[in-house]
Nanobody, 124 residues
């Protein structure tokens, strides 16, 4: 079992920045692949970024490439999502997720554990 707790969401103006954190605990949490997803009202949960257990492989949704960066500190069992140049369309609840493997994935169904989510609101 892996437990995930997100933090760092909030309200920001368009063009601003936020950094989300996801603290993981549980067996082998420092070696599992992690991902960030988001869900806007009335829409399906959507992939944002993912990182392998080693941190050597990352994937990004096309619309966030160059603006968002996923990283991890395995010593702290924490994954981060640094978000710059935020746009109103980035507004959503952001979820952290973990897999039972070190291989990163961009599909929702590949993830075994989920956090409770943190709200990100970008005003225009």
């Amino acid at each position: 079992q892996v437990q995930l707790v997100e933090s760092g969401g909030g309200l920001v103006q368009a063009g601003g920045s936020l950094r989300l954190s996801c603290a993981a605990s549980g067996r082998t949490s420092s070696r599992v692949a992690m991902g960030w997803f988001r869900q806007a009202p009335g829409k399906e949960r959507d992939f944002v970024a993912a990182i392998s257990g080693s941190g050597g492989v990352t994937y990004y949704k096309d619309s966030v490439k160059g603006r968002f960066t996923i990283s991890r500190d395995n010593a702290k069992n924490t994954v981060y999502l640094q978000m710059h140049s935020l746009k109103p369309e980035d507004t959503a609840v952001y979820y952290c997720a973990a897999r039972d493997t070190g291989v990163a994935s961009f599909t929702v169904v590949a993830y075994d554990y989920w956090g409770q989510g943190t709200q990100v609101t970008v005003s225009s």
